[in-house]
């Protein structure tokens, strides 16, 4: 099946024109479909799509087609069910991050779509699976309802979260955030011990939401557990585990609870994961997480159109990886989230200036800089062993050899990982278009205020949190016994 879906997006152009053809003829047949009754007409229409399609693209019959969109790339094959682009782990040779043996839909929808009449793909937002769908004939639906124009408002216009860190941002002050791993742990002690290492050194904390498709504490609960000692969260969310009603509920009870800033995530996939055999979910992408977020906020509805008597006030999040094929295709991808929502980017661990300089050079041809607020993601490398690690085994980081072979010779590799980190926030601080920093640094917390004191990166202001005395016995008044 891999080589005829292969050749399908080889020959794409020719598919596309053969499919506007088909198009225009089922377009001349509505009359004859209407008086036959759409109903009558599903069953043998269904099963032909099912089979020419099945052959040609593996097609998984999920009833609302994005093909043409797609550069003949199925995305329903994505192991991740990814509808709008690339995930962040492809590898470099194009593999996907879940099955290597397979290369990524994507890689292979942007080659198919370089080829077709648009010369490539679109920053539209294909809309999330509808499951009532599945297994209904999409040429049908075409022709008996039109896509409806999805709308997404400038952000300029989108009124502040009333946040911390989008105040910043929008001040134009260079932001320094972290990334915290939640414990395997019921004790808020087990939070609250770790804050230390972020006092006076970071303006916010992401929260990692089963980072690795690993499981522990939620990201809500550390981010509910931050707030109570006075740091601002950035509370990750991810497509993987949950499906749009409870992700919905969970934006609400958040935004109640006061966490403004929520990163908008597709998630590591279940299989790399502690619990491989636990269900892939992927009701929604990152994209289409994004545009759920923003129209709950924004019109004060969820996704069916019930209304909501409060809307969430969110600063909303995307990742972007620049450092992963499909190389050209970042910059659309980047310009699909901000369409959806993003009003700020956390980048993938930046190893390659020289890449992300190219990155950026495209992202400012397209004037997203000025729509979002972009951090680029840093982190210390303890070795040469952990950053050959990192690159074969986390799919999406780029180290280059270079960098490897520098921490091989140093005397001091782990002191090499934090210096090589420090001057990488230096040179990122001078990218025209980068607004801030975000420090991956597991494992290595500790070394947190030093990389932000060495580097300079704060140019003599203080931060967001302060970690004050007040605050460390506020975390203690109001840590819940267990
Ligand atoms: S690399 Fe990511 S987006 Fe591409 S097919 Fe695999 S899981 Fe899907």
Redo the contacts with the bound molecule.
Sequence with gaps: MLSVRRWSVRHSRLLENTYRAFERVLFACRPLIMALGPKRVERPVAAAERVIKSLLFDCRMCGRCVLTATGMSC?M??????RN???????QDG?????PE??????EGWRGGLDMRAGGLSSALNPPVDSSLSGSSAWLRVVLEPPKAASAPSPALVPPSGGQLEQLLRDGIFAVTAEFSPPDSANPDDVYRNLGLYESCVDAINVTDGSGANCHMSSLGVAALLLRAGCEPVMQVSCRDRNRIAIQGDLLGAAALGVRNVLCL?GD?VAIGDHPGARQVGDLDSATLLDTARIMRDESRFLSGRKLTSPPRLFLGAADNPFAPPFDMRPIRLAKKIAAGAQFIQTQYCFDLEMLERYMERVREEGLQDKCFILAGVGPVASAKTARWLRTRV?GVHIPDEMVRRLEQADNPREEGIRICIEMIQAIRRIPGIAGVHIMAAKQEAAIARIVQESGVLAGRAPLFLGSVESRERRTANAVPV
Excluded: D, H, I
């Excluded at 593999?95 to 099955?99: D, S, Y």
């Excluded at 397979?102 to 890689?107: G, I």
């Design positions: 995305p094959n994505c192991p991740k069910l990814m682009g690339p995930c962040g782990g492809v590898r593999g996907c991050e879940v099955k397979m290369q990524c839909v994507w890689v597709s996939a799919p």
